[in-house]
């Protein structure tokens, strides 16, 4: 029965229908689901649907926006809920999409997970120029810094943000991801690290602080 309220979530988003989607949130979760498990079974796979469209040319930029609202609205109800978690101070990370590019469904749930997992997350948003990085690092004397791009058009500018952050001598880790990145392109932009998905950001920011990582436990 569940698995069927699921597809019905995943179509929702599909869908946009927001009103549909925030339903189905809550019926999960009266239903006793926990809130990372709806994200990666019922949230995420529609979006991940709405991606293979959008890239086909069979939906256009109005219909993804409208699937990133319901996405969004869900997320609200869920956020909450995954940071709930049993709680301890494991650091500060700034994160951030880099300027000239305004995707953020991607990032907010990386923040969501690592704030859930203890991380102290300071976003700083859409558009986010080196300036903005560099303050925000500074001022919350910050161990990680986060930065996600979805357009190849923008993802070099990352380099440009970890360039400056060398140049200053400021001692802070970067990681960075989205869907363009790869480990590859981490390295080449000087990064100390990129995670394809949440989860593994979680155990990235800990690794790069020296947080032992349990393999087997759920993040
Ligand atoms: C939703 C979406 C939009 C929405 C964004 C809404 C929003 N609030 O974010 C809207 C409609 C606004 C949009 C606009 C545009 N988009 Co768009 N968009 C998408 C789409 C369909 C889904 C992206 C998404 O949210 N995925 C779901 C999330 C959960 O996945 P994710 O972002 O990859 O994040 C995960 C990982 O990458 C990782 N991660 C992400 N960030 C970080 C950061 C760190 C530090 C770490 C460790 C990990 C990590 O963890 C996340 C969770 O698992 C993609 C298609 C795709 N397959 O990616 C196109 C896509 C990214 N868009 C694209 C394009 C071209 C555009 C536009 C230029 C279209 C236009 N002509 O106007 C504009 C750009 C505007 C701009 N300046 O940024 C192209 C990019 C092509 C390219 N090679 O550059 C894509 C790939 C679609 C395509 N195939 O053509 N888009």
Request: net charge neutral.
């Amino acid at each position: 029965m569940t698995e069927e309220i699921f597809k019905e979530l995943s179509q929702a988003v599909i869908d946009g229908n927001k009103d549909k989607s925030i339903e189905l949130t809550n019926k999960l979760l009266e239903l006793g689901i926990d809130a990372k498990t709806i994200l990666d079974f019922g949230l995420l796979p529609g979006m991940d649907v709405v991606g293979i469209r959008f890239r086909d040319n069979i939906i256009f930029v109005p219909q993804v926006l409208i699937s990133a609202r319901a996405m969004k609205s869900s997320l609200a109800i869920l956020e909450p809920l995954l940071s709930k978690a049993d709680l301890k101070g494991s650091g500060t990370i700034i994160m951030g999409t880099v300027k000239g590019d305004i995707h953020d469904i991607g990032k907010n749930i990386v923040s969501m997970m690592l704030r859930s997992s203890g991380f102290t997350v300071i976003d700083l948003g859409i558009d986010t120029k080196v300036e903005k990085f560099i303050d925000a690092i500074k001022k919350e004397n910050a161990d990680i810094v986060g930065m996600s791009a979805l357009l190849t058009t923008t993802m070099g500018y990352m380099k440009v943000v970890i360039d400056k952050i060398k140049e200053e001598g400021i001692l802070v880790k970067t990681m960075v991801g989205g869907a363009p990145i790869s480990k590859a392109f981490a390295s080449e932009v000087g990064a100390d690290g990129y995670a394809k998905n949440a989860t593994d950001a979680v155990k990235l920011a800990k690794q790069l602080i020296g947080i032992e990582v349990k393999e087997n436990k759920i993040e």
